[in-house]
């Protein structure tokens, strides 16, 4: 959503949107949506979040914060995706939506 639907109006903008792409932070991307792009997400959604977020790095790269994910891990990782993709694809419809076709956007001849 971030990618495809945040509009930079300038080069601070621009710069900001570039960086929080390169995230894995949950927290982060959706403090974007929320603050930069105006989009509300319900609690849910960031209590769902909240619950994973972390986890690429943490089962990803060795060290004192690691571990290995369990199936009730895994289980709530899913849980929490599937949940936010059903409500991210119904944003996105909402978006595009919103955007006029190309056929408003032609001046008439």
Do not use: C, Q, W
Request: avoid cysteine; glycine fraction near 2%; charge should be negative.
């Amino acid at each position: 959503m971030i990618n495809e639907y945040a509009n930079p109006e300038d080069d601070s903008e621009f710069y900001k949107k570039e960086s929080v792409l390169r995230t894995h932070s949950l927290h982060k991307l959706t403090s974007y949506l929320e603050n930069d792009m105006e989009i509300e997400i319900p609690d849910r959604i960031l209590d769902e979040l909240g619950r994973i977020d972390g986890f690429y790095f943490t089962t990803r790269y060795p060290g004192d914060d690691s571990f290995i994910a369990t199936e009730r891990d895994i289980d709530t990782a899913r849980s929490a995706v599937e949940y936010t993709r059903n409500f991210t694809l119904e944003i996105i419809r909402e978006m595009e939506h919103e955007e006029p076709s190309a056929s408003e956007d032609e001046p008439e001849l």
